[in-house]
């Protein structure tokens, strides 16, 4: 497997050093839409809360809507915005490593035993933004049977925490030296 390439900081949008810290971190302000504007290439939509931060402050993870200002379904809860997370997870993509998870996945009981509860977790905190019936059972990065996305099962890692998404976690580990929640390459 070739290794990542390292990303260094090319902070997009303004500093949200610049403006006052909400008291809750989730809370999105007008500085969290900016560079979420400028990290996406586009207005997001449906934005909830920041569902993790850069260590910076900046947007990590964004919490989304199940359903979108004009109606569609969005199964995707946590969305990885960060550009650099974004690049360093696609190249993880580009090397097939998802063939060798869902191989394990197919093989190991215990295993998709831990994904089937990441993939209810997914959509139990899905279900807390409101129920929407086209989508229901559906979480996303391939939950429960394989995996298809580690974008979203990254995402859903650093948004709840480390020992809920196996495979989240197995991507995180695999960033190892490459990218890392706890420096900021934004």
């Not at 400028?38 to 934005?47: D, E, F, Y």
């Not at 360093?88 to 394990?104: D, F, I, P, Y």
């Not at 394989?146 to 099962?153: G, I, N, Q, S």
Request: net charge negative; glycine share 8%; hydrophobic share 35%.
């Amino acid at each position: 497997m070739t290794e990542p390439q390292r990303t260094e900081p090319q902070h997009a949008g303004p500093d949200p050093a610049d403006e006052p810290e909400p008291a809750d971190p989730s809370a999105v302000t007008d500085a969290d839409v900016a560079v979420l504007t400028a990290q996406l290439g586009r207005v997001p939509r449906g934005l909830v809360a920041v569902a993790a931060r850069c260590v910076c402050g900046r947007p990590l993870v964004v919490r989304t809507a199940s359903r979108l200002e004009d109606g569609t379904p969005f199964p995707t809860t946590y969305y990885l915005t960060c550009p650099p997370a974004v690049k360093a997870v696609s190249t993880l993509e580009a090397e097939h490593v998802m063939e060798g998870m869902n191989a394990r996945l197919a093989e190991d009981p215990d295993l998709a035993a831990r994904y089937r509860e990441a993939h209810a977790d997914y959509l139990r905190r899905r279900d807390e933004l409101g129920e929407v019936p086209e989508i229901t059972g559906t979480s996303a990065g391939g939950m429960p049977t394989r995996v298809k996305c580690l974008h979203a099962l990254l995402a859903h890692t650093l948004a709840v925490g480390p020992g809920v998404n196996p495979f989240g976690d197995e991507t995180l580990d695999l960033l190892e030296g490459v990218w890392s929640p706890t420096r900021c390459t934004c």
